[in-house]
């Protein structure tokens, strides 16, 4: 297929190679041209701007860092919408509020455009390994659509229901998972500190009523799992300061939905602090480091 | 063997039967009479007092309500340690703070006895079933002795390391849940007043990065999962006042460790108002109802 | 002077009549075409659009109800900035955010318009009593040129320093102002539920280190002070939604700050959850409510 | 008169000091042997212990670091109460849990004694000046009684209602006083950061309807305020050590009335977090440096 892209940063990037491989044809756009010279050659063609990103193609995936850009991109006068095709389809893999996913629909179909919201986890490896999960929020038809594009760069192609959902879903997901990286880090510290092994704590809970994700697959206790951040200061992995975008993101949504998430928003303070404190860049377990001296 | 048990409610109650059921006799005693002719029969003698209850017998085990009782059973003048024989080996099944477990422990070992604390989880029903989990803290030769008189009453017996340490294992797993169990909470209500289906969006948590025991296996939407208390109007299960009763105990042994519990304050909090409106007889997992109107 | 003024809610219609009253001529303009015709008569004519409002006037007022809808006035292809002529002062009155205000005042620059913010306090009654209190951000000699403008409205017109201070020292206030009615709420309902008299204790309180506006002259706990909202069963005074509204901004100014505030941010959440449980109309000193059963 | 005096730290030495001054005859006792002899002198007798300083007296004073000395103090077998004469009045000052208070104060009356508790505020300054504030919980007789005894120590005599109320009124204060020095911190450094200058932002809160004392007469923020500890470095003042220890004692008193206090467990989380960092020795406004790097 011909394919558009734009926003060619640390995750668009392998996305790109990844369509590539499967014998897409691409015309891809950044605001950074340096960030464009790295991916052009064979079947990969530089677009000028933004507007010609979307001219002579029957798709046009973007992956931008938040909700403005998003909106500039999609809905400026020199825009995508302004300018595209009817009958273009449209895929946005940005990370942003889901209202804004869904207004931003809403002006698609006004030009005829269908659209899917489809955010991704697995972080820049995933990218690579072309193994990223796409949460995909749009019509059953339109999930159809772009479920075998996404394969390209996906291993898991989830269906989250209507436009606007797989932001939900990766956000309200994430909400969680940084509040059981919180109680995680809680547990293990003031259990070690009133006397236990952290190992077989860990072991204990992994088996009990206390386990998630946090726990059992990605335990932020140095040395109780090998390979995982913890067991390497940090390094790699998921960073805080992009916890902290998702939490931010998941507030925000709250409060236009009027609902209180107790926990969520002391989880993005936690982080707040943790991020002010200098750790911005450390992979998103270390907010043990709150609880824990090393 | 000959065995004394102190404390025989809802708990206490099954656990003397399967002991009998295994063979032992029993010495037992409780401060309401009643409670001690229900079980009182073939093999099972009732004693007049927690000091009778601890003669003539190899064995003591306890299961009593809070620190306060514990420290009385065996600390009084009329109590356990006050008559008992050199070489009696004592478990404690309570739940209360590590720090009087050590200290109770170190006044036994005074007296020439070995003592473990065995917290337990399972509930009411796993109390019945002989399905209990013990997590116990002592010695590992007191362990060895400990294990096969609890295999009459539960199913995993685990080694938690030194005394005290069943404590830890069990306020620390049980600070985790009570998180977990309001992280799930808002993150299933937010996700469905943003427009996802809860059952929906329970799948995709539950196969990424957010889940945990409290949304794969004891989810608190109804209609997420079936057999569970939120499935029948939050009844039966653990009840939200004994969560209650384990975050205060788990918020005060980190006052006395002078360790941060952020999350574990607010949780500890979250429970105090949602059993003074009224909810402290439901299951636990009833504190989604201070996020969702049903 | 001829003053436009955009925006004729609980507020603007009070503010408009003081200027009347003070012999300025008003151009008056509102989306809401009812609530223009409430006002017009006398020197007072009404403005077929915003930039007609803005037309043939030396000042132009704004009171708006939030950001989006200040960018929208000011900013729009039809907005004020359009069409204004150059010199033409400009002062704001709306909360918003204080990014907004200072994006909009530069835009205003860029058309040689001088321009304030000048959020209020002081509520409907202060409004129509001419009492309010101003809190004005820009440079020192626009200050001046407003000042007189606003005193017709206002008692206490305050120089915040650079545009944009006006939001800060609102909002700021108001942070602190909520998080003490919520710490005062806790306080009272606690000393009472410990066995002191509320009155007692408020007393005490008031000539100690725990004394704030909002135990000294505004007590939540019925019955302590007269007329106040919670001697009238919470009715009048500043409504709990209007509070909520400012620690929405609040709490958003300090994540674009990436400046933690834990308190505030738990403080939102209270009021959050105030309001879903069906208490926004009510005065805010109505979130002890939270604690007391009435 | 005939006074007995327990407990001489930092606190005992100054006010046994101002009891001579006005004339009274004293037995003192202490653990330390060392903080017995800086006091003994003319009028100033040694007791040899707890019980021989109850004797020969008219009135015992005690002033002691924790609930569990108090109960030892007067409880044990070698304590006050087991020896103590008939119609001896007993005032305790330290500051206690008001439970503790009113079992030792019942455990009084059983020996014919009639008891006050009246802890103080105004730290060693005011104790060595005779300018303490105490809270006094008893009756109104009793209180009279006390009254002229206290004045020996302090200028402020309040009567807070029954037994218990003096500690009810200390701690709950203290929790909003905690509360509102994290709130003003929070304020402050919110607006400096948004670019208000923090002395004109401490200048309009202090008249408007954010103001406490914690922001107009002991403003955390360095150079805002003359003579208090943020302009010092945070030496002098009263330790956030002990704020912590106040803060703890009013979150358990909050769970044992089963009264929730969110911001209370939250400011004694902040404090927590604040001493393990390093700096439970300086002045409690320091918790401002949970916010701001100096």
Redesign the interface.
Known sequence: MKIGFIGLGHMGNPMVRNLLKQGHSLKVYDVVPDLVKKVVGDKCEAAASVAEAGKGVEVVITMLPSSPHVRNVYGDRNGLLASIAPGTFLIDSSTID?LTSREVAMDARAKDCHMVDAPV?GGVAGAEAATL?F?VGGEAKDFETAKPILQAMGK?I?H???I??GQ??KI??????A??M???S??M???A?????PK??AS??N?????????D??NPYPGVLENVPSSRNYTGGFGADLMLKDL?L??????S??????????????Y??H??DGNGGKDFSSVIL??LKL
Chains 1, 2, 3, 4 share one sequence.
């Open positions: 889901p986890s999960t949460m898991n989830v989250c229901g209507g606007g959902n939900v879903a309200c997901n994430n909400m969680m998972l509040i059981e919180i109680a995680t809680e547990g510290t003031l259990a500190k009133l006397g236990m092994d077989v704590f204990i809970v088996t009990s009523s206390g386990r998630c994700w946090s726990s697959t990605y931010t998941v507030t925000e949504a709250a409060k939905a009027k609902h209180p998430v107790m926990l969520g928003a002391i989880a993005q303070q936690i707040q602090k991020s002010i709150q609880y």
